[in-house]
């Protein structure tokens, strides 16, 4: 019998080989970031603003000093040392331009006001409480409604972005037989990590050390250095465990240089961790988003037009925006399409990273509008897309790389039992609840960066793999030993892998889904440095000697002909007259340069791919839902999903399988359940916490069923890999909201959908 959790490879995937790191993880031998026992440790508490809107008039902090235990307590009054930086988006490494404790200003509800440090996190807890601040405080903007906002073309404000349109596309919409004419929204979210938020530094001399769960940690050390006014040389950053990122550990908040400029004042190591709620304010979140879809089609079901204006939330001082009509606009063949993106500023902490973080807002909204278009044209959805699949960008011409949308469609279909839908809302029912099924489109971009790795390899057929990725959960640890014990004909086993620390060769961002093809593809031009220099030396005496290296291979931890003789890797190595072979290699994409790895060195992640090249890169799926509504109390229940997935060469189906179910599970936590509650008078988020925050718990996650469907592109980069982290959870609450109507007959199109929208 075949584990589930661990699929059968199929043509063009590897093993589905156990996390290498799994057992360190459920023994609590896994050290995170906060775990490090630091001697003479100070512990920081963060006091956050209660007002979202005004300045400080004045801190007493009497009362909080008189809190036995504490050490110091920092404010804009006393410490205003630590300076800003550019925006991870513009090409910096902040989250935010607003600096902590730089002034009396106050930008967003819960902004840093001020840090105490104590002997213990209860007392700094408690004089954090105690310390008094009275604020001159302003009438804040929370959102799209609240009055205050300015709205900005997000092509105005940024070259890096420009809005996709080709034709004429009101001409088409105008002219067309059926139109689609629809506003959707999309709400508030946070990442909710279990772990939360935390940083450790500690001082030796003018050395700084970070212990601080990171998706980058060369951003970490470089933007910290800057933010400190220190060489980045001084700054090491140590992150081997992360317990969940989703973009939110991506880029450097205001907190880590405080902490670092607190534990250098007091001359002590200082370790912060935040609380969950901070967390909502401190970090980033997915901000709401609205949208108007027109869609124009002929009478043949063939698409004319697409039109999609989008407003996305973002705060007062920062244009931080995500924009995916970029990739929206490729998605079908659309004939003539016009898009606008703009943000909406508001007295919001600046938004950021979330796991697919242009696709899961954007394709939400044209998935959703293809399926109220299929029913306007009277055709099946699943037919409707595949009258107007594309191998080409509408917009430039350029061809897909290759796009396996309909095989995936097909799979899903099939294992789904999509041909016993009988297409008329409200038709299929079971006793007292209601039958919907529903579908749509998930696709993510091919990301790749520069990337940077050393590989050791011993007479004793052991490796050792050094690059400074993460491992956010997904594997990357395993999936890095892998491509080595591939490419070097050893066993997992036997390679060692050493990530999480920037003393290691520098590795990109673990976001934009880039991890698993940039680093496989610089382990892999590592590796066959190596594999060249070992047929070398097999070639020049031995049991192969006079045999063409083209003729060799690694096997089996020998060195072989392909005649059958083989060598044995001592024998070898002694021929090559060295006991290990190390290979530094560095990787850059087409497009990059190697001055895009030193960049990368200095904190740049250099991501491209998308839409970006000679061709598009994507990686898509097709998911499948069924839901039941209550008739009586319309409860809403999701028993069954599939969803088939292409993403050229899968490293791993077990890895791959994960992230792709977690990623449909928290597309039901979006149809569903998720939405950070914003309070409009006071521009406050009001659920910040795991019990009011809903996300779907066991009760809630159904039979979720993962097709991996073989894929093969020789185009996308060496590793012929996709990424697929953030694939799963694109497309689903669309697939939710269309089996909602097809159980109901109702559109609802504001995420989450609940209860009280189906009554
Ligand atoms: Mo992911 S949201 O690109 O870190």
Redesign the pocket.
């Known amino acids: 019998m075949t584990l589930a959790a661990a699929p059968e490879p199929k043509a063009n995937m590897g093993q589905p080989a156990r996390r290498i790191e799994a057992r360190a993880k459920v023994t609590g031998d896994a050290r995170y970031p906060s775990d490090e026992a630091l001697p003479n440790v100070a512990h920081a508490y963060l006091v956050t603003s209660a007002i979202a809107k005004g300045r400080i008039s004045r801190i007493d902090q009497r009362a909080a000093r008189a809190v036995p235990g504490v050490i110091d307590i920092l404010t804009h009054e006393n410490a205003g040392q630590v300076k800003g930086s550019k925006m991870f988006s513009d090409g910096g490494s902040a989250s935010t331009t607003i600096v902590p404790l730089a002034s009396p200003r106050i930008w967003h509800d819960g902004q840093i006001v001020a840090m105490v440090l104590a002997e213990t996190f209860e007392a700094a807890r408690e004089a954090a409480h105690k310390l008094d601040i009275a604020y001159a405080a302003e009438r804040p903007t929370a959102s799209f409604a609240s009055p205050g906002t300015t709205t900005e073309a997000i092509a105005k404000v940024s070259k890096r972005h420009k809005d996709p349109q080709v034709g004429n596309a009101e001409a088409a919409f105008a002219a067309a037989a059926v139109k689609v004419d629809a506003e959707y929204y999309t709400p508030t979210q946070h990442h909710n990590a279990m772990e939360l938020f935390t940083t450790s530094c500690v001082w030796e001399g003018d050395e700084l050390t970070i212990h601080e769960p990171s ?1 980058f940690v060369y951003a970490l050390k470089n933007g910290v250095a800057e933010q400190l006014g220190i060489d980045p040389g001084q700054v090491r950053v140590i992150s081997h465990y992360v317990g969940g ?3 939110a550990k ?1 880029s450097v908040t205001p907190r880590t240089a405080l902490v670092a400029f607190a534990a250098k004042r007091i001359g002590r190591p200082v370790k912060l961790v935040m609380t969950r709620q901070q967390g909502y304010t401190v970090a980033t979140y997915r901000a709401e988003t609205d949208h108007r879809v027109r869609l124009g089609a002929g009478r043949d079901g063939k698409l004319t037009a697409y039109l999609h204006e989008a407003r996305e939330i973002t705060s007062r001082p920062d244009n931080y925006f995500v924009a995916g009509n970029i990739n929206s606009a490729v998605m079908y063949a659309f004939g003539n399409v016009a898009t606008k993106a703009s943000i909406v500023h508001a007295d919001r902490n600046t938004p950021g ?5 242009p696709e899961v807002p954007y394709i939400y909204a044209l998935e959703a509008a293809m399926d109220e278009m299929a029913v306007a044209l009277a055709m099946d959805p699943v037919e409707f897309r595949r009258l107007n699949d594309t191998m080409v960008d509408p917009i430039s011409g350029k061809p897909y790389s290759s796009r396996s949308l309909m095989q995936c469609y097909d799979e899903a279909a099939r294992v789904f039992g999509w041909s016993k839908r009988n297409p008329k809302p409200g038709s299929m029912r079971e006793g007292d609840w209601l039958i919907g099924y529903g579908c749509a489109t998930a696709t993510y971009p091919t990301h790749v960066a520069p990337a940077a790795a050393r590989v050791q390899f011993y007479a004793d057929g052991k490796a050792r793999a050094q690059l400074a990725a993460h491992d956010v959960g997904t594997g990357t640890y395993t999936i890095a030993g892998q491509m080595v014990a591939r490419t070097l004909g050893i066993p997992l086993d036997a390679v060692q892998v050493e990530m999480g620390d920037s003393r290691l060769p520098a590795s990109p ?5 880039n991890v698993t093809a940039s680093t496989c593809s610089v382990l892999m031009k590592a590796c066959e440095a190596i594999r060249d220099k070992l047929f070398a030396a097999a070639s020049r005496q031995g049991a192969l000697a006079g045999v063409p290296v083209a003729q060799m291979v690694l096997k089996d931890g020998r060195v072989a002909a392909l005649d059958g003789r083989s060598e044995s890797m001592a024998v070898v190595f002694n021929a090559a007259g060295a006991g290990v072979l190390e290979e530094y290699a560095e990787w850059f994409p087409p497009g990059k340069s190697a001055e895009d790895v030193k960049k990368l060195y200095q904190g740049a992640a250099g991501i491209t791919g998308g839409t970006e090249g000679e061709k598009l890169m994507f990686a898509f799926g097709a998911e499948f839902v069924e839901l039941r509504i209550n008739v009586r109390t319309r409860e809403i229940r999701v028993p069954r999903i599939v969803g088939a997935f292409a993403a050229g060469h899968i490293m791993n189906p077990r890895t791959a399988r994960s992230q792709l179910m977690g990623g449909l599970i928290w597309g039901i936590g979006s149809a569903l359940h998720e939405e950070t509650e914003v309070d409009a008078r006071h521009a406050r988020y009001v659920n910040t916490d795991i019990a009011e925050y809903l996300v779907p718990v066991n009760a809630d996650v159904p039979e979720v069923e993962v097709i991996l469907v073989p894929e093969v592109d020789t185009f996308v980069n060496p590793a012929g890999v996709k990424g697929l982290g ?1 694939l799963g959870n694109v497309g689903t609450a669309a697939a939710i909201s269309s089996a909602v109507y097809h159980a109901t007959g109702k559109r609802v199109r504001a995420l989450p959908i609940r209860i009280e929208d189906l009554l």
């Open positions: 998706q990122a989703f973009g991506a990273f979330m796991r697919s973080p961002v673990s976001g934009g889904s953030e």
